[in-house]
């Protein structure tokens, strides 16, 4: 795999010889049918049918706005498929799969069920049929891509696939019928604008219901207000991999890394089943100490059962708190350690309790980006399902000391917050510099939240129908990326207020002029040939916590890699991935760290440690036994 992409097109042979070679891939790998009915490959398109047609299967109505549907018969439905063969291996390259296949999308229904036009669709999921060799239901895991200029989609389904429309027309009806069909499956609606404005995203997000009317202006305006960083960009487009030079690999002590601890000081940590292992903070990364804390729990005490999975630096990073899960397997812990780090000891164990019940936590971060550097902090935040709170570490009862057991574990004080009566779903939070609070749910909103009131949203960004399972924020506020599965969400929290002043989501309710998000992808081949059954995880900005500081890139994991961005390139309106698309804007241009292992953590240094002739501090990557960092020096270009 490439190390740097930005919107690659391999070029497309049409030889027979390839379209042969092809058929024996096919043959040899297994390429067949994400669901549904298994189709022989030599059968013709009119066998298909019949077979279908048997079934009683509803899948031949002509299409009809708003709901899409199959025109088997129609000249613009005729196409080109593709194959990519060779997987990563220098003799990689796409052979003819089908000259002259036929594509529609179809809902296999049983006759008589809903046609589709109703603003109740049948429960019968859309798929996509390309002649007889691909058939997918329609979902983000396609990873469909669009290349308007070249009339080509790509996506995924057992195999990297392109297709390639004779037409505009015909690359255009597929398009639209492939976005209704999308919409349908994900939110259960015929895809009209009445049900995206009212049951979908409301109207104060009429710029995510009609994107490429409006979102340009938008982006440019944020782009023309909040970046002004001196600078040439950090990733201009075009470099290759070079650019990414490792500076340090080293394993950790045991192995069984879980999280990674960065600190904006003198250390940083691993996270691992047998300990914490110290790791000194440098200009070009972090070296191993030789330092390690083993962590001996009390046998009553909290988050007993498990090792850590989880770590947050507070007072001047001189403490950590040790979140473990109650149960192995499980994500939710009824307490935290608290580790002092100059002395290597566990010195209280903490218990999350309200009105005197016992409740768990699935996650705890700072009170704001830079409260870990607060030596008088006392405070951190807690999330779970359906509560947003606010703990604290002085015992009501006076100085506490080293606990022996659960009946004397100190509980931790709720000072602020809500448990909500239901709904919430709640799966990930982060923080800004002044302590707004941007949270992520499983249902895919992302709500942000004053400091200073943790009941009420000031705003809540509809989903895009994926779960958020990460979710980062700028220290300004101004910018939150989410996290999914396939993709990560980059939305701007900018708005103008009836009087024309300009605020974010987190200060004031958000106007109607606020920005469609932008989305940051793998190509599908890139997505396949790292694993199509990894998953993003833990998007992140890079480290900043000075205000008027800009953030320059993200990075996120998947599966065995690094996927990096540079952040000013995708606030571009003009940046090249953004011409010609329709809808939601897509961004493919990234640079790529691959790993021997599955990355558990991949963070960027705080900025004190980039160097002169760099523009962003080293990156640092944890996998399971390794410890690796990363420049990405302007000096080196």
């Known amino acids: 795999m490439a190390g740097s992409h930005c919107r690659e097109v391999s070029g497309l042979s049409d030889s027979d010889e390839e379209e042969g070679e092809a058929q024996q891939q096919q043959d040899q790998e297994g390429t067949g049918h994400q669901s ?96 007889a060799k691909v058939q997918a239901r329609i979902a983000p895991e396609l990873q469909l891509k669009s290349l308007p200029d070249l009339r080509r989609v790509d996506f995924i389904a057992d195999g990297v696939w392109t297709i390639k429309f004779p037409t505009l027309e015909g690359y255009r009806e597929f398009q639209n019928q492939y976005q209704s069909c999308l919409f349908e499956n994900t939110y259960g609606f015929v895809a009209n604008e009445e049900n995206k404005v009212k049951k979908v995203f409301g109207k104060d997000f009429m710029a995510w219901v009609r994107p490429e009317a409006e979102e340009d202006s938008i982006w440019a305006e944020a782009e023309g207000r909040f970046d002004k960083s001196p600078g040439p960009l950090a990733t201009p487009t075009g470099v290759n991999h070079q650019d990414l030079l490792e500076e340090v690999e080293e394993a950790a002590n045991g192995g069984g890394i879980q999280s990674l601890a960065l600190g904006a000081l003198d250390n940083s940590f691993l996270v691992s089943d047998s300990g914490i292992q110290v790791l000194g903070n440098f200009s070009h990364g972090v070296h191993g100490k030789g330092i390690s804390v083993n962590i001996s729990r009390n046998s009553g005490g909290a988050g007993r059962s498990s090792a850590p999975t989880k770590a947050l630096l507070m007072k001047a990073e001189t403490n950590m708190l040790l979140m473990s899960p109650a149960q ?68 009501q009862r006076g100085i506490v000391q080293s606990i022996a057991t659960e009946m004397e574990s100190p509980v931790l004080q709720w000072t602020q917050g809500h448990h909500f009566s239901r709904g919430t779903n709640f799966k990930c939070f982060a923080t800004t510099g002044d302590g707004s609070i941007v949270v992520g749910s499983v249902n895919g909103k992302i709500r942000l939240y004053s400091g200073g009131s943790l009941r009420v949203a000031k705003t809540a960004f509809p989903g895009l129908g994926s779960p958020i399972t990460h979710v980062d924020v700028t220290f300004d506020g101004k910018w939150v990326l989410g996290t999914t599965d396939t993709y990560l969400i980059l939305i701007s929290t900018v708005f103008k207020d009836k009087d024309g002043r300009e605020m974010t989501g987190f200060s004031g309710r958000r106007g109607h002029r606020i920005a469609a998000p932008r989305l940051l992808k793998l190509s599908p081949l890139d997505s396949h040939l790292a694993g199509t059954n990894n998953k993003f995880r ?37 940046h090249e991935c953004y011409k010609n698309q329709e809808g939601l804007k897509s961004c493919y241009c990234y640079k790529i760290i691959p790993k021997d292992e599955s990355i558990v953590d991949n963070r960027f240094m705080h900025e004190k440690f980039a160097v002169n002739d760099s523009p962003e501090a080293p990156l640092v990557v944890a996998t399971p036994t390794k410890v690796s960092s990363f420049s990405t020096s302007s000096g080196r270009h």
């Not at 299967?57 to 899409?68: E, G, M, R, V």
């Not at 999350?352 to 980006?369: C, L, R, V, W, Y």
């Not at 480290?543 to 990096?564: C, P, Q």
Request: proline letters at 4%.
């Open 538 to 574: 833990g998007g992140q900005f890079s480290w900043v916590t000075d205000n008027g500081k800009l953030e320059r890139h993200m990075v996120a994991a998947y599966g065995k890699f690094s996927v990096i961005w540079n952040f000013q390139q995708v606030k571009n309106s003009n």
């Open 328 to 395: 192995e397997g499980k994500s939710r812990a009824t307490g935290v350690h608290q580790l002092d780090i100059e002395t290597g000891k566990v010195v209280t164990e903490w218990k999350f309790e309200k009105d005197g019940t016992n409740i768990t936590m699935q996650d705890i971060a700072n009170d704001s980006k830079g409260a870990q550097l607060d030596p008088s902090e006392s405070t951190f935040l807690g999330l779970d399902d359906n509560t947003l709170c606010r703990w604290d570490l002085r015992d």
């Open 36 to 131: 549904g009915e298994t189709l022989t490959r030599t059968c013709s398109l009119d066998d298909v049918d019949r077979k279908l047609q048997s079934l009683k299967l509803d899948y031949t109505k002509p299409y009809s706005s708003p709901s899409p549907s199959s025109q088997n018969s129609s000249p613009k439905n005729s196409v080109k498929l593709y194959l990519h063969v060779g997987g990563n291996s220098p003799a990689a390259r796409w052979v003819v799969s089908d000259k002259l296949a036929s594509w529609a999308f179809f809902r296999p229904s049983l006759s008589g069920e809903s046609d589709g036009e109703d603003e109740s669709p049948s429960s019968s999921p859309w798929f996509l049929r390309v002649g």
